[in-house]
């Protein structure tokens, strides 16, 4: 079936179905979202009022069989940076609108008064019903309700408490196949659902399929591609540990930040270890393997069972365990699982909230290590929605102003996640420039040789390394409006056969003739049109700046300070 | 690998590192020790003989041994105690790759393949014939990492210059013939497929070390068939109370089968 943008005006509760403009049509993903935002988001619009937009696109190879293709995009002017921003996830909610030939969600508007609604997308399109029942309730209770109102198999975003008071860490919450929760994670994408008055969206392809222009094509080059990544040593890691390997040599590089950013290392890191996390899971019949979506060969994410053998949380990642661990000096995994499931339930970014808290242990208003403080928090005052629980939902900026406290991670407002700038430079980079506040999934490590964005300058040089992250945040951008887990970008990196068996599946998906170039230019579109947007918005270069602590204050155990020039950053944008 | 140094090059792995510097070697022989791959091109790494004959003029007080048997199909979960490290003691100037290369299960092929990342004294090292010199050094192993941040201290990655270049800590400077005294730590992938055979022949640890991880993973003691200080059985309080008192054991872990 043809591929329709689907568009839900909740000021008048109307909806339509449009063909998708000829420009947008080889866009998917964060491709697609930035730039229906870039196109109909004034940029000072306030993103809680009803100029904001919200958008959803599955990418572009979502629905089919493509190894690790079931990437659901979200899009909106951020309520916590004021910045365009992308937010992404796993669950099923991207191959079923896929399926349902849905190119792009747009909700615009806002309703007068009090109600709340929900969304129901189907082949036919969006409907709006008023929604009571749910309102207040978390995402886990709304999982179950919609799973016995309309069916276990239908997909489900929806928002917890945090998004309804339109708090600026709320994320968006995306049911995966066993029914527990993704997250749109940052940003607080969640406030603008919540400020258009939608608790949920259920999505049901009703039998739907996506068509594949060349089917044979598709298969083989789908084979070479998921091979690629099964035999990748770090899908191994990832399958074995999940992101989580990463504690252990973060914390020996000396870039673990750790109470609220003021030391490299963790003392009680092997407490929190993805590998001893492996071992909690397995020991309490949980799963070390388990993807978020069907189609995921690599299965970073896992089940993790409390002692008693009953479900935690899931999805269960390095930087939520950084920010909750070391950042607060909790070194305690089931208590940082307690908090990772009433997060998920409250629907809250993890990282924005736990660096929130260390923000807030710095200013005294509980201590460092405090994980039980940090739950009743979270519970009392954050889902109860207390004047303490709004500051708290209001990120780390926020709370640092309250409590006059110099040292707030956070870049254009958002929080700097698991990675201390000061000993690993090249993030650093990512933080200030990316257009979405701090983030380290915008420079990730994407096959630059392949795609031909290689550097010029001497790689050892400031000027090279800016260079080398600008590079990355092309192929970056490129790969997220595929709509592919991130995750692929390590295959990519290291077979020459994955990046083009990529490609090629595009190319027999929509039967067209995409190179590696195209690609690139895509990548390099997608930064500019995000740039310009935040350009404005009212951003300048002073804005891709780290905080000044980073300079002022060695952090041990290598003590380097950070020591890029504003000039120095400013020649990201040189292309 | 295999050659006429490598049985005192395995016995290299029982040096013992005390606090108050005194220097110890196991009493293991492991010269018919299974899973050394054969490498006809490993002259690059020449330092074998000279840990050799480190290793025979060493020492060799007593320590005090820990020997648990466990059940077997339990064994893995014990590597990760490894993740804290374990202590060995080598000539100055030793290159990484000789180091590793003498652990049981090692082979060239092993370090050049599945080690990709390396920190020493918590900065990356790219090259296995790094030297290694100074007083005392904390050396990290660990697979292939994800993420950029993975990728920026993979051991020769192309984003290696993404790096922060950290000022080098002067080492404490060491007489020649003073052995250099290596903390190593093995993660994830590697603890998992090397930590068995490392545990069943034994090695150097803090004694908190061990205290901590059974405390934090207070279930495995449930899996602990027979402990045995010093060959005597012992309780797992007994156990206890002797960690608290130690600095350094010797510790075997073996699965009950093995017996």
Redesign the interface.
């Known amino acids: 079936m043809p591929e329709k943008i689907f568009r839900v005006n909740m000021t008048d509760l109307s909806t339509s179905i449009e063909a998708v403009p000829d420009n947008w049509s080889g866009l998917g993903g964060r491709g697609l979202t930035s730039t229906i935002v870039a196109a109909e988001v004034p940029p000072t619009c306030h993103p809680l009022g009803p100029n904001n937009k919200l958008i959803f696109a599955p990418g572009l190879l979502s629905g089919t069989a493509a190894a690790n293709s079931g990437r659901i995009s979200c899009g909106a002017k951020s309520p916590l940076t004021g910045t365009i921003k992308e937010a992404n996830a796993g669950g099923t909610s991207a191959q079923i609108m896929a399926k349902m030939g849905c190119k792009a969600l747009i909700i615009e508007g806002q309703p007068q008064g009090d109600s709340w609604y929900s969304l129901r997308l189907t082949p036919e399109g969006a409907s709006i019903e008023k929604e009571e029942k749910l309102i207040g309730k978390g995402n886990f209770a709304v999982v179950e309700a919609i799973g016995q109102r309309l069916s276990e198999s239908v997909g489900l975003m929806s928002i917890g408490q945090a998004g309804e008071m339109q708090m600026a860490a709320a994320n968006i919450s995306v049911k995966d196949p066993d029914g527990h929760l993704r997250s749109c994670g940052r940003g607080g994408l969640g406030a603008v659902m919540g400020s258009k008055k939608i608790k949920f969206i259920s999505l049901d392809a009703a039998g739907g399929k996506v068509e594949i222009a060349d089917m044979e094509k598709f298969r083989a080059a789908n084979k070479t591609f998921a091979k690629a990544l099964v035999d990748h040593?770090?899908s191994?890691?990832?399958g074995?540990?999940g992101?989580n390997?990463?504690v252990?040599?973060?914390n020996?590089?000396?870039?673990l930040p750790t109470r609220n950013f003021s030391k490299g290392q963790f003392d009680g890191h092997?407490?929190i270890?993805?590998?001893?996390m492996?071992?909690?899971i397995?020991?309490r019949g949980g799963k070390p393997k388990h993807n978020c979506h069907k189609g995921c060969v690599i299965n970073?994410s896992q089940i993790y069972n409390d002692s008693a053998g009953n479900f935690k949380t899931s999805g269960f990642e390095y930087e939520s365990i950084w920010a909750m661990g070391a950042d607060c000096a909790v070194d305690n995994l089931d208590k940082i699982a307690e908090m990772d499931h009433i997060l998920d339930d409250i629907g809250m970014d993890s990282i924005e909230t736990a660096v929130t808290f260390g923000v807030a242990m710095e200013g005294g208003m509980l201590k460092f290590g405090d994980s039980d403080e940090m739950i009743r928090i979270l519970k009392d005052e954050v889902a109860q929605g207390t004047p303490l629980g709004r500051i708290i939902g209001s990120g780390a900026g926020n709370v640092g102003k309250i409590y006059g406290v110099t040292r707030v991670p956070v870049v254009k407002n958002q929080a700097i996640p698991a990675?201390d700038p000061?000993?690993?430079?090249?993030?650093g980079?990512?933080y200030a420039t990316s257009t979405q506040g701090a983030d380290?999934t915008m420079?990730?490590?994407i096959a630059?040789?392949i795609l031909s964005v290689g550097g010029k300058a001497d790689?050892?040089s400031k000027e090279?390394?800016v260079e080398?992250?600008r590079n990355?945040q092309i192929a970056t951008a490129a790969i997220d409006s595929t709509g592919m887990c991130l995750?692929i970008a390590?295959a990519a990196?290291d077979n020459a056969t994955c990046l083009p068996a990529l490609i090629d599946m595009i190319n027999a998906r929509f039967g067209i003739n995409l190179t590696g170039a195209d690609v690139t230019n895509l990548g390099m579109n997608i930064l500019k049109t995000e740039h310009n947007f935040n350009l404005a918005a009212g951003f300048t270069n002073k804005d891709d700046r780290l905080p000044e602590f980073f300079a002022l204050e060695p952090i041990p155990?290598?003590?380097?300070v950070w020591d890029f020039s504003g000039e120095e950053i400013d020649t990201f944008w040189n292309f | 690998m295999q050659g006429k140094g490598l049985p005192a090059l395995r016995s290299l792995f029982f040096l013992v590192i005390f606090p108050n510097n005194d220097i110890t070697v196991g009493d293991k022989d492991f010269s018919q020790y299974p899973g050394q791959a054969d490498c006809t091109s490993c002259c690059a790494w020449p330092q074998k003989r000279r840990i050799e004959q480190a290793v025979m003029d060493t020492p060799k007080p007593s320590t005090t041994t820990v020997s648990l048997t466990v059940d077997t199909d339990a064994l893995a979960k014990f590597t990760t105690l490894l993740q804290g490290g374990f202590f060995l003691e080598v000539p100055q100037k030793t290159r990484i790759g000789d180091l590793l290369v003498s652990l049981p299960g090692f082979s060239q092929e092993y370090i050049n393949e599945r080690v990709q990342t390396i920190f020493l004294g918590g900065l990356p090292a790219d090259d296995v014939d790094q030297q290694l010199f100074g007083l005392d050094a904390v050396l990290a192993i660990s697979a292939a990492m994800p993420g950029l941040a993975g990728a920026i201290f993979r051991k020769n990655g192309i984003h290696a210059s993404l790096r922060t270049t950290a000022e080098k800590v002067p080492l404490k400077s060491a007489q020649a013939d003073v052995p250099i005294k290596i903390r190593l730590k093995l993660f994830n992938m590697i603890a998992v497929e090397k930590g068995e055979e490392i545990l069943a022949n034994g090695c150097m640890i803090s004694a908190s070390s061990l205290k901590n991880f059974l405390s934090y993973r207070h279930t495995l003691s449930s899996h602990i068939r027979e402990r045995k200080i010093d060959g005597q059985n012992q309780t797992l309080h007994e156990l206890f109370s002797l960690l608290e008192k130690k600095n350094i054991i010797n510790l075997t872990v073996k699965g009950s089968h093995d017996n």
């Open positions: 040593p770090v191994q890691a990832l074995t540990y992101t390997v990463l252990n040599i973060i020996e590089a000396g870039g092997e407490q270890s993805g590998e001893t492996h071992d909690l397995v020991e970073c990675y000061r000993a690993i430079k090249g993030i980079i990512t380290h420079g990730y490590t630059t040789e790689p050892l090279g390394q080398l992250s990355l995750f390590f990196l155990p290598h003590n380097a």
